[in-house]
T-cell receptor, first 109, second 114 residues
Framework: GQQVMQIPQYQHVQEGEDFTTYCNSSTTLSNIQWYKQRPGGHPVFLIQ?????EVKKQKRLTFQFGEAKKNSSLHITATQTTDVGTYFC?????????FGQGTELSVKP | DGGITQSPKYLFRKEGQNVTLSCEQN?????MYWYRQDPGQGLRLIYY???????QKGDIAEGYSVSREKKESFPLTVTSAQKNPTAFYLC?????????????FGSGTRLTVV
């Protein structure tokens, strides 16, 4: 079946360093969504990308959707301890979302 | 405030028992979803419903059942046929085809088999 692969699984950074997580699909996606799940919490919607090559920014977060609509990335500039959590991408196909395995980010102060 | 309410937050089940997890939303969303989350894995789709009185199997439906008799409610039953039910269960909803708003998740139910 359709899969969405996300790497890395874990990322440990020093506060102030940058962080990037990558998402790849075996098939073309209609859209890509990104979610953040704090430890012990539930996923919270961050953003959606729909257009080929689209780039969106939310303060220190930059989201990209690949030209072929098969890959995406989330980049955080100058991480803070509040960025701790697991970041999931989710690709849309056939009215449902297929989630990646997530990247768990830890930030050392 | 609008949102999704899942109950209970923690649930313990003896082997061989069926249990039902509650999911209620007051967002007037058409579509509702059940996901299972295991450590180190992403969210896996169990069942989803795009409209009242209709639902479809997701990727891991075996051992689970659902109903959608009301727009607001989408309960999930974990049956004794589910061999490894210990997990974190998340219910989500989405406003029809309004992709731009993403999914709204409940706070989850943590099920443990004892």
């Amino acid at each position: 079946g359709q899969q969405v692969m996300q790497i890395p699984q874990y990322q440990h950074v020093q506060e102030g360093e940058d962080f990037t997580t990558y998402c790849n699909s075996s098939t073309t996606l209609s859209n890509i969504q990104w979610y953040k799940q704090r430890p012990g919490g539930h996923p919270v919607f961050l953003i959606q990308l729909v257009k080929s090559g689209e780039v969106k920014k939310q303060k220190r977060l930059t989201f990209q959707f690949g030209e072929a609509k098969k890959n995406s990335s989330l980049h955080i500039t100058a991480t803070q301890t509040t960025d701790v959590g697991t970041y999931f991408c989710a690709g849309g196909q056939g009215g449902k979302l297929i989630f990646g395995q997530g990247t768990e980010l830890s930030v050392k102060p | 405030d609008g949102g999704i309410t899942q109950s209970p937050k923690y649930l313990f089940r003896k082997e061989g028992q069926n249990v039902t997890l509650s999911c209620e939303q007051n967002l007037n969303h058409d579509a509702m979803y059940w996901y299972r989350q295991d450590p180190g894995q992403g969210l896996r789709l169990i069942y989803y419903s795009q409209i009242v009185n209709d639902f479809q199997k997701g990727d891991i439906a075996e051992g689970y059942s659902v109903s959608r008799e009301k727009k607001e409610s989408f309960p999930l039953t974990v049956t004794s046929a589910q061999k490894n039910p210990t997990a974190f269960y998340l219910c989500a909803s989405r406003a029809g085809q309004q992709y731009a708003y993403g999914y709204t998740f409940g706070s989850g139910t943590r099920l443990t088999v004892v």
